[in-house]
């Protein structure tokens, strides 16, 4: 009401002085606009700063962000966990036919694999009784497998299995008498048998002269063969079966030479569109109500995309003014911390979460349809979106003093954690090559520089020691004392020095907080200006809250444009 008093009044001055005002007048007058425009300026700048219910209680703004957020947090949950279900078919379908296919095509498996690879032969014979056994397995696969199995069509578009044996190119070896003469080339044979070959008289193709393998040359030998499979088990989901393609590999690894042939198998599913589906039944409507469900979902966020990215905007606006006026008045510029108090951190996880939801729902929606089969990408866009929307909820509970103590602090402590864990990592890399190229010959946690990294975070939280201690090898006394040094070092170092700090530096910033809880917090020239009043008759009514200064003011219409809603 007083802004509007002194402007009416202005108006009639204006009028009573016409063209006979002085410089006196025109002073007078720009002093005035003046004040109206900072006393607008201030009440924008409040008004931006308040939390939904406060614009509510002021302005009676419906806070629809924060609902959004609330129903969109719901939507994106729900979305995710029946994802999620889903997936847990097509993984279990994927492990449990490899687990099948190691059955079938490995001699003597034992249900369990050897460290990295599946199982081991140690002599010649079990060499080509393990190669012609998983030849024949595949030939008579479909009267020994369970499942839903057939032959597919490998990379030149023929049905069969493809044996590849890699050598050095020539040579000889005579251990006894320490006399080696090879030629370090390598040569790679293949050998194609299709189903037709296979069905012949077995010692036809085991006679072959491919199958005459020298073992001192020898590198290893590869089968591969394609398979075909349905996953019937999302029928009783009620959604319609994936078709799958399975690319098979077993490799016979010979390069150590060690008198250790390691068998490996490895299974790649691939998922594809079934070319003929026929599926009676309530399958296909079920389908159809997932993907309305999808879409919802999409119109949410998309919603929620616009809302934030336009409160980010209308906050830019308003610290451009905010630094012309201020440039203008005090003649300086408003330091770093002010600026970005404009633009909220929390408006653009939102949006990152927004965009990576829509494209996620995308996905979901095609792979849903049969039209793409990429689950791993939808996994990682639908779960990080999940993940920053509720980690988006912190910033409502901070309107709760009690748990704004951690948002704070966090926000506090971030800056000096991540100075000292990039010190603190220079020494965990030093370590973890260090224990890497001294102790991977004795120590399995120590073979290489990623199970090395793994073992010493176990130990910084106290995992394993007694085991890691253990398991050294005692072949080298030097290496097992020199083992007892890094391990009691790393250890004393990094649980008694470094991650105290590292607890110290948090409760620092911890107590800090709670003292400017208790005394106030530093004012900076954004506070300092927001204090200020245009008079002395405000600054008697105005309370210690931004609500009394704002719930009796009306806007006129012509000032609307300078109205900022967060």
């Not at 025109?26 to 939390?51: G, Q």
């Not at 009267?143 to 990379?155: K, Q, R, V």
């Not at 490996?264 to 589906?277: G, H, Q």
């Amino acid at each position: 009401m007083a802004r509007g008093v002194e402007a009416l009044d202005l108006q009639v001055w204006s009028r009573a002085s016409g063209p006979s005002r002085g410089p006196q007048c025109r002073d007078a007058m720009a002093h005035l606009d003046s004040e109206v425009t900072e006393e607008c300026l201030r009440e924008d700048l409040k008004f931006y700063f308040m939390n939904p219910c406060e614009k509510f209680r002021a302005r009676q703004q419906i806070p629809w962000k924060m609902g959004l957020q609330i129903l969109k947090i719901v939507m994106v949950t729900t979305q995710l966990v029946r994802f999620g279900l889903s997936n847990q078919l097509v993984v279990a379908f994927k492990e449990e036919n490899t687990v099948a296919f190691k059955h079938l095509f490995l001699k003597g498996y034992s249900g369990v694999d050897e460290d990295e690879y599946s199982c081991s032969v140690y002599t010649q014979e079990d060499t080509y009784e393990s190669i012609f056994f998983a030849i024949s397995q595949f030939h008579r696969l479909r009267n020994l497998s369970l499942g839903t199995l057939g032959y597919g069509e490998n990379e030149d578009n023929r049905i069969g299995l493809k044996v590849c044996k890699q050598h050095y190119k020539k040579g000889a070896m005579f251990p006894s008498n320490e006399t080696l003469n090879i030629d370090s080339d390598i040569e790679i044979d293949c050998i194609h048998l299709d189903l037709q070959t296979l069905s012949k008289n077995p010692q036809d193709w085991k006679n072959s002269s491919f199958f005459r393998l020298a073992f001192y040359r020898l590198l290893q030998v590869e089968i591969s063969f394609h398979l075909k499979g349905i996953d019937l088990q999302t029928i009783h989901s009620r959604e319609l079966p994936d078709c799958y393609i399975f690319q098979n590999t077993i490799i016979f690894d010979n390069k150590a030479h060690s008198g250790k042939i390691k068998i490996y198998f490895d299974s790649d599913a691939n998922i594809e569109e079934c070319k003929d589906l026929n599926i009676s039944g309530s399958i296909q409507k079920n389908t159809q109500y997932v993907l309305v469900f999808d879409a919802f979902v999409i119109v949410i966020c998309l919603a929620s995309l616009i809302l934030c990215t336009r409160s980010i905007v209308l906050g830019l606006r308003l610290r451009k003014r905010f630094l012309n006026f201020f440039l203008e008045k005090y003649k300086r510029c408003v330091c770093n911390a002010d600026q970005w108090e404009f633009i909220n951190r929390w408006y653009i996880l939102v949006i990152v979460s927004d965009l990576m939801s829509i494209i996620g729902s995308i996905l979901k929606m095609e792979i849903k349809a049969k039209n793409l089969t990429n689950y791993d990408l939808c996994s990682i866009l639908l779960g990080t979106s999940t993940l920053f929307v509720w980690v988006g909820v912190i910033r409502y509970l901070g309107y709760f003093q009690a748990y704004n103590v951690l948002i704070l602090t966090m926000q506090a402590s971030l800056p000096k954690v991540l100075r000292f864990c990039a010190c603190a990592g220079m020494i965990y890399l030093g370590y973890t090559f260090c224990g890497w190229i001294v102790l991977g010959p004795y120590h399995d946690k120590f073979e290489n520089l990623n199970t090395v990294a793994e073992c010493l975070f176990s130990l910084v939280n106290g995992d394993d020691m007694y085991a890691t201690f253990a398991h050294i090898q005692q072949k080298s006394l030097l290496v097992w004392l020199f083992s007892r040094l890094y391990l009691y070092s790393f250890i004393s170092l990094f649980i008694y020095m470094i991650l105290s700090l590292f607890i110290a530096i948090i409760t620092d910033s911890y107590d800090t907080i709670k003292k400017y809880q208790q005394n106030g917090f530093p004012a900076t020239d954004l506070q300092e200006f927001l204090k200020e009043c245009g008079s002395k008759e405000e600054c008697q009514k105005e309370s210690s809250a931004f609500l009394s200064c704002i719930c009796c003011l009306r806007r006129n219409g012509s000032d609307d444009h300078l109205m900022l809603i967060n």
